[in-house]
C-alpha cells in the first residue's frame, strides 16, 4: 500500500507552463512505475507518461511527447510532471498513479492514485 498526495496546477494561460507534484509514502520500494494521467469532464482518464521508480526509464503519450516531462526524485519520494507548451485542450484534471508490477499504459493496471489535481488552462 502506498499513499500519494499532488499539489501544484491551477488557472494557467495558453503557452504557459505549470508543473505537478505526487509525493509517495507508505512503501514505495513495491512500486515499479509511477504514472501520470488525466481526464477531462466526460472522457475516459488517459495516460500521459510513467517513469520506472528504480530504472528512470520514461515513456509518454504522443500526444504530449515533446511538451511534457516527467521526472522522479527517490530520496524525496516525489514524482514531478513539468508541463509547457500548455493548451486550452489540455485542461482536466490530474492524476498520479502507482504501478506495481509492470510499465502501463492504462488506468486499470494502476493500483494506486493520488487524489487529483485541476489544470485549467485559458485560452
Known amino acids: 500500500q502506498v499513499q500519494l498526495v499532488e499539489s501544484g496546477g491551477g488557472l494557467v494561460q495558453a503557452g504557459g507552463s505549470a508543473r505537478l507534484s505526487c509525493a509517495v509514502s507508505g512503501r514505495p520500494s513495491s512500486i515499479s512505475v509511477m504514472g501520470w494521467f488525466r481526464q477531462a469532464p466526460g472522457k475516459e482518464r488517459g495516460f500521459l507518461a510513467g517513469?520506472?521508480?528504480?530504472?528512470?526509464?520514461?515513456y509518454y503519450a504522443d500526444s504530449v511527447e515533446g511538451r511534457f516531462t516527467i521526472s522522479r526524485d527517490n530520496a524525496k519520494n516525489t514524482v514531478y510532471l513539468q508541463m509547457n507548451s500548455l493548451k486550452p485542450e489540455d485542461t482536466a484534471a490530474y492524476y498520479c498513479?502507482?504501478?506495481?508490477?509492470?510499465?502501463?499504459?492504462?488506468?486499470?493496471?494502476?493500483?494506486?492514485w493520488g487524489q487529483g489535481a485541476q489544470v485549467t488552462v485559458s485560452s
Open positions: 498513479a502507482a504501478d506495481r508490477t509492470w510499465y502501463g499504459r492504462e488506468a486499470s493496471e494502476y493500483e494506486d
Open positions: 517513469i520506472g521508480w528504480n530504472t528512470g526509464r520514461t
